[in-house]
Structure formats: C-alpha cells, structure tokens
Nanobody
C-alpha cells in the first residue's frame, strides 16, 4: 500500500520559515520523482518543486531563491524548506511521487502565511 504522509505545515507570519516533510512507503523511492505541489482556494494545483534521484531540482518561479527541496533515499523522505514566506504562499501543500504513469499523492498539509 502506497502512503505519502506530510507533516510540518502550520501558521506563520510573512517573512517566516517552515519545513515540510514527506515520508513515503510502499514505493521504490529511489525510482520516483518526488515533488511538492500546492493548491490555494479557488486555484488549480501547481508544482512547487520536484527532484529525481541524482538530478537537479526543478522549481516554480515563485519558489526559486526561497524554497529548497531535498530528498533522502535512505530514509524515503523528501523535504521542502520554505523561507521568506509570503501571504500568497498560503495553500494546501501536497507531496507527490511519480514513476512513469504511476502517480501518488499525500493527503496534504495546510500552510497559512499572515501578512
């Protein structure tokens, strides 16, 4: 059974930081591209950052220079360090795994940034 379990969301003031973590099970972690997506109210889900094993991370323009994605293939985890958060970063953040056409999602974790 595939499980992606996110943690680390919460409430923070603008300019603050949060670190999201995703623990994966039931997948061959090292073969999956791992990513973080987010969905704000009334908006479509969008990519924040993604990284393949041994690859360079891919960031949305809104995340560049502020967010850092990292993965640990030994622990089957992928983290998202978010710095200098802005109110427009408020959203539900989802962990994602992708291997070919096999795509899985976590349940999401809320991030709220106040101005």
């Amino acid at each position: 059974q595939v499980q992606l379990v996110e943690s680390g969301g919460g409430f923070v003031q603008a300019g603050g930081s949060l670190r999201l973590s995703c623990a994966a099970s039931g997948i061959i972690f090292r073969l999956n591209v791992m990513g973080w997506y987010r969905q704000a109210p009334g908006k479509q889900r969008e990519l924040v950052a993604a990284v393949a094993s041994g690859g360079s991370p891919n960031y949305a323009d809104s995340a560049k220079a502020r967010f850092t994605i990292s993965r640990d293939n030994a622990k089957n985890t992928v983290d998202l360090q978010m710095n200098n958060l802005k109110p427009e970063d408020t959203a539900v953040y989802y962990c994602n795994s992708r291997m070919g056409n096999y795509i899985r999602w976590g349940q999401g974790t809320q991030v709220t940034v106040s101005s």
